[in-house]
């Protein structure tokens, strides 16, 4: 051989391997699917629908739907139903789900995420729906100003969730029947950002129309953009009105996000929910709903509104209304405020005479109370990546150690079967003694601890920074806190758990240990059933006990206050 045979070779092999990724190349088929992504919730590889345009081109910017399954459904059969494809003829939802039928085609990309199955939209299914955008994102080329947000029955409820918590994302949003949260109405001037479609048969017997009807007059009298359906002599069933025809992509069709509006209107009750367009939400009265509504007047020129907040930041870069380097003219709750010309310019309410000013490098500090990522309430250490934690510092006897264990046991168990209709919420966190939870666990885990600083080694580690102990040996109390540590949250469940004497009763989407979670504030305290709380407060906004917190635990004559 000569001395160019290894080069030859070599050349031959690339050769080879290009085409044979040409042949091999795996692509996705148009049409319905399934797709998963991974969850760091809980390690797993969680399922979404996907439907891909026919012809579809990996180059072209498509825009996206995501639907929201209901109450006892499923992410594939939430495709079929988007589509306007309703069962067969007395075929039931189990015989339904193990096809797809062949539908019409729309030039539109559609995800539907499975988010657990039927536990509602917040916490962990919430962050799937957004684990699902992001995936898609991630393999797609998507339209963000073409977006859209929709789900019948517990979906349509999470449809006003989602879109009204971040509507800053979704270009429309198209609720069928929706059961929403308890809060969700508090939200409605978020929906001045969108346009709202709403569906609801007249005889639904599930969700009253009536409750959809409420919302529809609010928006209007809100100024919203807000059109609705009413179906006569319908029942539960509206979708299948709703979606006939594959009608909601024609009505998404009209509308497009502006990214840079003129008007912005938002309200928060929470920080996780801090931020609309060129608003961020920095600091407000905690416990309360949080308000500001902002418009340009004209270039460099903007009045704003607010109610019970305290700090918050404009992003006005890239607005076509903000000229950098011009003098930008504010107009705070009635007075007139002189800001800097940058595109980012914080403002916060000066405490001595209460009257807003801009705020510079030496006035900043660095703020340690409730906050984005550390405010609680007691749900938020359940709402991501969360451990179970017994103890096992004092030696227990194996039968009160296997009493821990099944306590913790029990409170993990989202995934327990709650009959047919209902089935198991996909969601498995760790149970784990005290002496088992290692470093990587605290640094990338919520945890919920149980026991008391005499039982539990990471109770006791940390009783000096805790607020509040219950006393050794103590059998009729509850005590259940929440504090941000290390960041993330460490809550503590001492005594009898949260979910003593709560009833198994009415409609659950989630089973009867976590039923009780988003309804607590920060810390409550209860004797003998959590049905009966003596507290049920919020921290201060320095993450402390309030006076009156402070007298009723010292009544009782059950804790121990720390100093």
């Known amino acids: 051989m000569g001395p160019n045979w290894k080069s030859a070779v070599l050349s031959l092999t690339l050769s080879l391997a290009a085409t044979n990724t040409c042949v091999f190349a795996q692509k996705l088929p148009s049409g ?33 739907v995501i639907m929201l399954h209901g109450a006892g459904s499923n ?47 917040q916490g962990i299914p919430e ?93 209007q009298d809100l100024g919203a953009e807000v059109s609705y359906k009413e179906f006569v002599d319908v029942k539960h069933d509206s979708w299948v009105n709703a979606y006939d025809n594959e009608y909601i992509f024609q009505w998404f069709d009209d509308y497009k996000r502006n990214p840079h509006p003129d008007h912005v ?28 509504d902002a418009k340009f007047t004209k270039e460099n020129a903007l009045e704003i509104k607010t109610q019970n907040l305290e700090k918050f930041t404009l992003n006005l870069k890239d607005h076509p209304k903000f000229k950098l380097g011009a003098a930008l003219a504010l107009k705070i709750d009635g007075a007139n405020v002189n800001a800097k010309t940058d595109s980012v310019v914080t403002l916060f309410r000066d405490s001595p005479n209460g009257k807003w000013a ?27 990546r969360h451990v179970y934690v017994y103890g096992t510092a004092d030696n227990p006897s194996p039968e009160e150690l296997k009493k821990r264990v099944d306590m913790a046991t029990q409170a993990a168990s989202w995934s327990q079967y709650r009959g047919e209709f209902l089935g198991r919420i996909m969601f498995f966190p760790r149970v784990l003694a005290d002496k088992e939870v290692r470093p990587s666990d605290i640094e990338s885990s919520n945890l919920i601890l149980f026991g008391t600083k005499e039982t539990n ?59 009780k979670l988003p309804e607590f504030k920060d810390i409550i305290f209860f004797k003998d059933s959590s049905a009966n709380l003596l507290i049920d407060n919020y921290f201060t906004q320095e993450w402390k006990l309030d006076d009156d917190a402070k007298r009723k635990l010292s009544a009782s004559g059950a804790v121990d206050i720390t100093p």
């Open 75 to 121: 992410h594939r059969l939430a495709l079929r139903r988007v589509f306007g494809k309703s069962n067969a003829e007395g075929e039931t939802d189990v015989e339904a789900t193990r096809y797809f039928p062949k539908w019409e085609n729309v030039d539109y990309i559609v995800a539907s995420p499975y988010a657990r199955g039927t536990a509602g939209y």
């Open 457 to 515: 080694a990471l109770i006791a580690k940390h009783a000096d920074m805790l607020p509040v102990h219950l006393k050794k040996g103590d059998t009729t109390h509850g005590l259940f806190y929440v504090l941000p540590m290390d960041g993330h949250y460490v809550a503590v469940s001492s005594g009898l758990p949260w979910w003593t004497g709560v009833k198994d009763e009415g409609f659950p989407f989630v089973s009867v240990m976590h039923r």
């Open 32 to 64: 319905p699917q399934v797709l998963t992504f991974f969850s760091d919730a809980d390690d797993t590889e969680q399922p979404y629908g996907l439907y891909l345009p026919a012809n579809f081109d990996e180059n072209k910017k498509y825009p996206l």
């Open 265 to 292: 209107r938002f309200v928060s009750k929470q920080y996780q929910y801090d931020k609309a367009f060129w608003v961020q939400i920095n600091r407000f009265a905690y416990g309360k709903l949080a308000e500001i």
């Open 358 to 384: 801009v705020e510079g490098a030496t006035i900043m500090s660095i703020y340690t109370g409730k906050k984005k990522g550390a405010e609680g309430p007691i749900y938020a250490a359940f709402a991501s």
């Open 127 to 219: 962050q799937d729906v957004y684990d699902v955008l992001a995936d898609v994102k991630k393999r797609f080329k998507i339209d963000e100003d073409r977006t859209y947000l929709t789900g019948l029955s517990m979906g349509g409820g999470g449809t006003l969730w989602i879109g009204l918590t971040r509507p800053d994302i979704w270009a429309a949003i198209a609720p069928v029947c929706p059961a929403p949260p308890a809060g969700t109405f508090d939200l409605a001037p978020n929906a001045t950002n969108f346009p709202v479609h709403f569906f609801h048969g007249d005889a639904d017997p599930v969700v009253p129309v009536a409750g959809t009807q409420k919302w529809v007059s609010h928006l």
